[in-house]
């Protein structure tokens, strides 16, 4: 990185600030990322070492933490060891152990970044931030307005500059308190250089103060880069750019400075001696070094006990036909439900692939105006599914009315529904329901509505109604290759997609499938059921190659991961035979979700795990409505797997809901070709996870949101502390707080030299492994060897751990842990 020297490039600072400014898409669209994406082209630890020293973000647990841990035996003193021989040699074994488990060091440096504008105070007696900032705010909130605010923002369509201009020429009040930089503004020779050149007056300052005064609001400043970049994230479109936030509020600036001083005060750069360059590099410290060797030890702890289970001799594969089978999204939450159907049901079989089920569209519900992303959040669909004739209307509820912010409707409201009002807030407390405030996920969409799925030649604002024959073979085609699943079909096919039901939760949608752009995958899972349904697809999909038994029928539905809840879609296509097949699976698929349940539940405070089980599963229930609780479910916490490969590869292995799951047949893709689209998937999507999950539980404050309790709704795009506070990126305490924070570790099932030529092909996916964002092993399926990725090539991996522990009954076992559950091997 070029250092402050040299002249300003107003261009090339843009573009660096936007390039390390948090990426964090509005609420609708919380997808989540790799919090620090701006460093991913480094190492891991390089990365995480020269972000610390810029910004000043905690990247590791601290030194006490590592060593409550290593003394509570989730870090292995064999794998500690031999993390110091592998990092030091064996010579200076002993001296490097004594400094892991006894020296005492200094806290770490703190950040470069806000060093020059502190200047402001340091010199000037004066907080800029403090006089600029609320106010900064407020006019962003209200120009960015989704629908909270009574009134709309006077002028919105020109620009947000713009804008602000022509409210200044018309208005008779000023947003500023004194003339110049109205004047600045009103004549347009507000341009960037020009206002530091006011504010800073040296050049080679002006990076480091954009810099400074961007990252004392990375929130406001990220979301407006986003804006930018994907104007989409917001469903009433504005106009916005950095570079306008940055010109107004340099305004803002000159306007304090002008206000308290006059026009007598000289620029900041008349009064700085020397600054250390912002992106200069420094060596790591010996405390860095230290957490370096600690961080790799509390990860291997876990990861030895995995690969040795995965080491053992994969369980045999049943030759006979399932009586059902269930297509579920990857997710970690879906894991534990697919292993209690198939231990509820030996003849049932699951299968694992990205939530929106390879079918890529833009949903529109009945009476909506705006189209909602159903697929990954970096695709761009040409297709648009509608929702038609939905016969349950939407639950309405009196109290949430415009009329009530009107003087007099306001007022008989107050006297009348008001106390009504405080009745039912008052029974909820004692009987927590579903209610038009819950985001419900099973009103998405109605299950008895119509969607256009088969296109008809209607196309709307460039987008094709519906797919083409040939596009639903292809998706289907490739979705059934990808897993393996291509001959001995059951005949009824389940196709789940899931959501999550809350309320009083501003990141519901992180709670929703991220393969849905944070949406329930009810639409994707009827739509794909459609398709593979239809006669012509299953002829096209036969000429490839692919033949489905026209007795074989696929159903959609939809898992409620924080109720343990399913609705089943298009049940009227079963024949009668398969209907009494279908009331015998539902009962299946209810024992599994009350089992599920229970396991969920061992880490929720207020449940008794071992209350009956029919009762633990209503108190589930109950909590997941309940206006008073914070944590409607663990969502992602404890993520640090993602298994590519056979079901068998984990039969009889317990992972406690710490695992992606990919169902992957190496058998039908010799080549790769299908592991390449699985990888370019999984790497970003669950490393995504995995990172801000890292982040985020590492450094609450500065990398995740906090606690959710302060947090205030700005606007229906981001959550803030306050009414004046920054944005809040990553996510909150509630959702990380039992979170480990290790790396992700893809597990995949084939031969080595196929798993690296294929993670070469794409520059993107093969990023995240040689950098060790997320690791990388492989089982090789011929001599059953594990394999590791280290430095560019497979090594084999011999596991420390001699033996794991067997477990008959998992149900009883579970009921006495509330930490992470160590990996087990079951009968």
Same mark, same amino acid.
């Given at each position: 990185?070029?250092?402050?020297?040299?002249?300003?490039d107003?261009?090339?600072?843009?573009?660096?600030?936007?390039?390390?400014?948090?990426?964090?898409?509005?609420?609708?669209?919380?997808?989540?990322?790799?919090?620090l994406?701006?460093?991913?082209?480094?190492?891991?630890?390089?990365?995480?070492?020269?972000?610390?020293?810029?910004?000043?973000?905690?990247?590791?647990?601290?030194?006490?933490?590592?060593?409550?841990?290593?003394?509570?035996?989730?870090?292995?003193?064999?794998?500690?060891d031999?993390?110091?021989?592998?990092?030091?040699?064996?010579?200076?074994?002993?001296?490097?152990?004594?400094?892991?488990?006894?020296?005492?060091y200094?806290?770490?440096?703190?950040?470069?970044?806000?060093?020059?504008?502190?200047?402001?105070?340091?010199?000037?007696?004066?907080?800029?931030?403090?006089?600029?900032?609320?106010?900064?705010?407020?006019?962003?909130?209200?120009?960015?307005?989704?629908?909270?605010?009574?009134?709309?923002?006077?002028?919105?369509?020109?620009?947000?500059?713009?804008?602000l201009?022509?409210?200044?020429?018309n208005?008779?009040?000023?947003?500023?308190?004194?003339?110049?930089?109205?004047?600045?503004?009103?004549?347009?020779?507000?341009?960037?250089?020009?206002?530091?050149?006011?504010?800073?007056?040296?050049?080679?300052?002006?990076?480091?103060?954009?810099?400074?005064?961007?990252?004392?609001?990375?929130?406001w400043?990220?979301?407006?880069?986003?804006?930018?970049?994907?104007?989409?994230?917001?469903?009433?479109?504005?106009?916005?750019?950095?570079?306008?936030?940055?010109?107004?509020?340099?305004?803002?600036?000159?306007?304090?400075?002008?206000?308290?001083?006059?026009?007598?005060?000289?620029?900041l750069?008349?009064?700085?001696?020397?600054?250390?360059?912002?992106?200069?590099?420094?060596?790591?410290?010996?405390?860095?070094?230290?957490?370096?060797?600690?961080?790799e030890?509390?990860?291997?702890?876990?990861?030895?006990?995995?690969?040795k289970?995965?080491?053992?001799?994969?369980?045999?594969?049943?030759?006979?036909?399932?009586?059902?089978?269930?297509?579920?999204?990857?997710?970690?939450?879906?894991?534990?439900?697919?292993?209690?159907?198939?231990?509820?049901?030996p003849?049932?079989?699951?299968?694992?692939?990205?939530?929106?089920?390879?079918?890529?569209?833009?949903?529109?519900?009945?009476?909506?105006?705006?189209?909602?992303?159903?697929?990954?959040?970096?695709?761009?669909?040409?297709?648009?599914?509608?929702?038609e004739?939905?016969?349950?209307?939407?639950?309405?509820?009196?109290?949430?009315?415009?009329?009530?912010?009107?003087?007099?409707?306001?007022?008989?409201?107050?006297?009348?529904?008001?106390?009504?009002?405080?009745?039912?807030?008052?029974?909820?407390?004692?009987?927590?329901?579903?209610?038009?405030?819950?985001?419900?996920?099973?009103?998405?969409?109605?299950?008895?509505s119509?969607?256009?799925?088969?296109?008809?030649?209607?196309?709307?604002?460039?987008?094709?109604?519906?797919?083409?024959?040939?596009?639903?073979?292809?998706?289907?085609?490739?979705?059934?290759?990808?897993?393996?699943?291509?001959?001995?079909?059951?005949?009824?096919?389940?196709?789940?997609?899931?959501?999550a039901?809350s309320?009083?939760?501003?990141?519901?949608?992180?709670?929703?499938?991220?393969?849905?752009?944070?949406?329930?995958?009810?639409?994707?899972?009827r739509?794909?059921?459609?398709?593979?349904?239809?006669?012509?697809?299953?002829?096209?999909?036969?000429?490839?190659?692919?033949?489905?038994?026209?007795?074989?029928?696929?159903?959609?539905?939809?898992?409620?991961?924080?109720?343990?809840?399913?609705?089943?879609?298009?049940?009227?296509?079963?024949?009668?035979?398969?209907?009494?097949?279908?009331?015998?699976?539902?009962?299946?698929f209810?024992?599994?979700?009350?089992?599920?349940?229970?396991?969920?539940?061992?880490?929720?405070?207020?449940?008794? +795990?071992? =209350?009956?089980?029919?009762?633990?599963? *209503?108190?589930?229930?109950?909590?997941? !409505?309940? $206006?008073?609780?914070?944590? #409607?479910?663990?969502?992602?916490?404890?993520n640090?797997?993602?298994?590519?490969g056979?079901?068998?590869?984990?039969?009889?292995?317990?992972?406690?809901?710490?695992?992606?799951?990919?169902?992957?047949?190496?058998?039908?893709?010799?080549?790769?070709?299908?592991?390449?689209?699985?990888?370019?998937?999984?790497?970003?999507?669950?490393?995504?996870?995995?990172?801000?999950?890292?982040?985020?539980?590492?450094d609450?404050?500065?990398?995740?949101?906090?606690?959710?309790?302060?947090?205030n709704?700005?606007?229906?795009?981001?959550?803030?502390?306050?009414?004046?506070?920054?944005?809040?990126?990553?996510?909150?305490?509630?959702?990380?707080?039992?979170?480990?924070?290790?790396?992700?570790?893809?597990?995949?099932?084939?031969?080595?030299?196929?798993?690296?030529? +294929?993670? =070469?092909?794409?520059?993107?996916?093969? *990023?995240?492994?040689?950098?060790?964002? !997320?690791? $990388?092993?492989?089982?090789? #399926?011929?001599?059953?060897?594990?394999?590791?990725?280290?430095?560019?090539?497979?090594?084999?991996?011999?596991?420390?751990?001699?033996s794991?522990?067997?477990?008959?009954?998992?149900?009883?076992?579970?009921?006495?842990?509330?930490?992470?559950?160590?990996v087990?091997?079951?009968?």
């Amino acid at each position: 990185m070029e250092s402050i020297k040299g002249l300003f490039d107003e261009h090339d600072v843009l573009h660096k600030l936007k390039h390390y400014l948090p990426a964090q898409a509005s609420l609708k669209d919380f997808v989540h990322h790799n919090t620090l994406h701006a460093f991913q082209h480094l190492k891991f630890h390089e990365a995480l070492h020269q972000a610390s020293q810029i910004f000043g973000y905690k990247t590791y647990l601290s030194l006490a933490e590592f060593r409550n841990l290593y003394q509570e035996g989730k870090i292995r003193e064999d794998v500690l060891d031999r993390t110091i021989k592998q990092k030091k040699g064996e010579s200076k074994f002993p001296e490097w152990k004594e400094k892991l488990l006894q020296h005492g060091y200094n806290a770490m440096a703190a950040s470069r970044v806000g060093h020059l504008r502190a200047q402001w105070k340091a010199n000037y007696m004066i907080n800029l931030d403090k006089v600029v900032h609320p106010f900064l705010y407020r006019l962003l909130s209200a120009y960015l307005d989704q629908g909270i605010s009574i009134w709309a923002f006077p002028i919105e369509r020109k620009g947000f500059l713009t804008s602000l201009r022509e409210i200044e020429q018309n208005e008779i009040v000023s947003i500023f308190k004194t003339s110049r930089p109205r004047n600045l503004l009103m004549e347009g020779q507000c341009t960037i250089k020009g206002l530091l050149q006011i504010l800073v007056g040296e050049e080679a300052l002006f990076e480091q103060y954009l810099f400074d005064q961007q990252f004392s609001h990375p929130g406001w400043s990220g979301i407006v880069s986003v804006i930018e970049q994907q104007p989409e994230t917001l469903l009433d479109s504005k106009t916005i750019t950095l570079h306008d936030l940055i010109c107004l509020e340099l305004l803002l600036e000159i306007d304090a400075l002008d206000n308290k001083f006059g026009r007598d005060w000289q620029p900041l750069g008349t009064q700085v001696q020397s600054l250390e360059p912002l992106f200069q590099v420094e060596p790591f410290t010996e405390l860095e070094e230290v957490l370096i060797m600690w961080q790799e030890a509390f990860e291997w702890s876990y990861y030895d006990d995995v690969l040795k289970s995965i080491s053992l001799p994969s369980a045999r594969e049943s030759d006979h036909r399932k009586r059902f089978q269930a297509l579920f999204c990857i997710d970690d939450r879906e894991y534990s439900l697919r292993r209690y159907i198939e231990r509820t049901d030996p003849d049932a079989e699951t299968f694992g692939t990205p939530g929106f089920f390879g079918v890529e569209f833009f949903f529109q519900p009945e009476h909506s105006k705006f189209y909602t992303k159903a697929c990954p959040a970096p695709v761009t669909p040409a297709h648009l599914i509608r929702e038609e004739a939905r016969r349950n209307s939407r639950q309405r509820d009196p109290h949430y009315t415009k009329r009530s912010h009107l003087p007099l409707q306001g007022w008989l409201i107050t006297q009348t529904l008001g106390f009504w009002s405080a009745l039912k807030l008052f029974l909820n407390i004692f009987k927590p329901s579903v209610t038009p405030a819950t985001s419900y996920s099973f009103q998405h969409m109605d299950k008895h509505s119509r969607l256009s799925i088969e296109y008809k030649g209607e196309e709307v604002d460039g987008l094709k109604v519906g797919f083409t024959v040939e596009e639903m073979a292809r998706r289907v085609g490739n979705t059934l290759r990808s897993i393996g699943l291509v001959k001995d079909f059951a005949s009824i096919i389940y196709v789940v997609g899931h959501g999550a039901s809350s309320v009083n939760n501003t990141h519901y949608a992180g709670y929703d499938c991220g393969a849905c752009c944070g949406r329930p995958g009810a639409v994707n899972a009827r739509v794909f059921s459609y398709m593979a349904n239809l006669p012509a697809v299953r002829e096209r999909l036969q000429k490839d190659g692919l033949d489905i038994p026209q007795e074989v029928v696929f159903i959609g539905a939809m898992h409620d991961t924080t109720r343990d809840e399913i609705e089943f879609y298009d049940e009227e296509k079963l024949t009668s035979g398969q209907k009494d097949n279908h009331h015998i699976n539902e009962v299946v698929f209810g024992k599994a979700l009350s089992l599920n349940a229970k396991e969920r539940s061992r880490r929720f405070d207020t449940v008794n +795990t071992k =209350k009956p089980i029919r009762k633990l599963h *209503e108190e589930v229930k109950k909590r997941s !409505v309940s $206006l008073f609780e914070p944590r #409607p479910e663990l969502n992602h916490a404890t993520n640090s797997l993602c298994i590519v490969g056979r079901g068998v590869l984990t039969k009889n292995v317990f992972l406690d809901r710490r695992a992606f799951m990919n169902s992957y047949d190496y058998r039908v893709d010799p080549e790769g070709k299908h592991l390449l689209s699985i990888l370019n998937a999984a790497a970003p999507v669950c490393g995504g996870i995995n990172l801000e999950y890292y982040f985020s539980r590492v450094d609450n404050e500065k990398l995740g949101a906090g606690t959710k309790l302060p947090h205030n709704v700005m606007g229906l795009f981001g959550v803030a502390n306050g009414v004046d506070g920054d944005l809040r990126p990553g996510l909150p305490s509630q959702m990380v707080e039992v979170h480990d924070p290790i790396r992700l570790m893809f597990v995949v099932e084939h031969y080595p030299e196929v798993v690296l030529k +294929t993670i =070469k092909l794409n520059p993107a996916t093969y *990023e995240w492994f040689i950098n060790e964002w !997320v690791y $990388l092993a492989v089982k090789d #399926p011929g001599s059953e060897k594990i394999y590791r990725f280290v430095d560019g090539q497979f090594r084999e991996y011999q596991p420390l751990r001699a033996s794991l522990q067997k477990v008959g009954d998992t149900n009883s076992f579970i009921e006495n842990y509330l930490e992470n559950i160590p990996v087990l091997i079951t009968d």
